[in-house]
């Protein structure tokens, strides 16, 4: 279950910047724009840090958004637990969602399972990371209106099952594109298969205290 991520500013160099832009295409300058502002704090659904945003810019196949972290229902977002941050993988290869998003971070957060206490950063260095996503939409009790995304999650590696039963889905950056476009059930359970290769190489980083 991932309930936090964020946007590490040093990804901002110009190396890291011309892989990101490589995978994602003419939607990157759009996407950075957005990326730019608000980097100080995690975009986050923990219950007890209300004052976390819930907003973060995404990339759908009709451009850059500011998305809505989990659901939103009867005008307010969806009650805890969970409030609809996940989606499980096997549900999603089943349903077959055609609204799909990808939400570039260089970190997420995990609270391990066996005490509930303890939380974990997860990295891959330095390097830009693309969770899966599911997108609806949603409106809040003012009217505003959201694309609200839930990152699709899976059985995580051996290293990583340790701290949670789950783990995001990771979507190499070569299969970017297909992940947004494609129709094909094949294709996208190939590059769910992809994805465990990715996670295989997360660098989980444990934390004294819970995220800032």
């Known amino acids: 279950m991932c309930v936090s991520h964020g946007l590490d500013p040093r990804f901002f160099s110009e190396a890291k910047q011309r892989a990101a832009e490589r995978a994602l295409d003419t939607l990157y300058e759009a996407w950075v724009k957005k990326a730019t502002a608000g980097l100080e704090k995690p975009t986050s659904m923990w219950p007890s ?3 976390q945003k819930r907003t973060y810019p995404i990339i759908t196949k009709d451009g ?61 260095g330095e390097d830009l990371l693309l969770l899966a ?7 809040l009790a003012t009217g505003e209106k ?8 899976q059985d995580p590696p051996e290293q990583l099952a340790r701290i949670h039963k789950r783990t995001v889905m990771l979507v190499p950056p070569e299969h970017a594109q ?30 004294e205290g819970k995220p800032a």
């Open 64 to 124: 850059v958004v500011d998305g809505w972290f989990g659901q939103l229902k009867d005008g307010k977002p969806a009650p805890w637990p969970l409030g609809g941050a996940n989606s499980r993988a096997e549900r999603f290869l089943k349903n077959g969602y055609e609204r799909r998003a990808l939400v570039p971070v260089s970190y997420f957060y995990e609270l391990q399972d066996s005490d509930r206490k303890q939380w974990w950063r997860y990295q891959h």
């Open 133 to 139: 996503a599911t997108l609806q939409k949603g409106v």
């Open 146 to 153: 959201y694309d609200c995304y839930s990152i699709i999650t």
């Open 49 to 51: 840090t209300p004052a």
């Open 178 to 207: 297909d992940w947004l476009h494609s129709t094909s059930k094949t294709i996208v359970a190939k590059i769910r298969d992809a994805a465990a290769g990715l996670q295989a190489e997360i660098e989980p980083v444990h934390l």
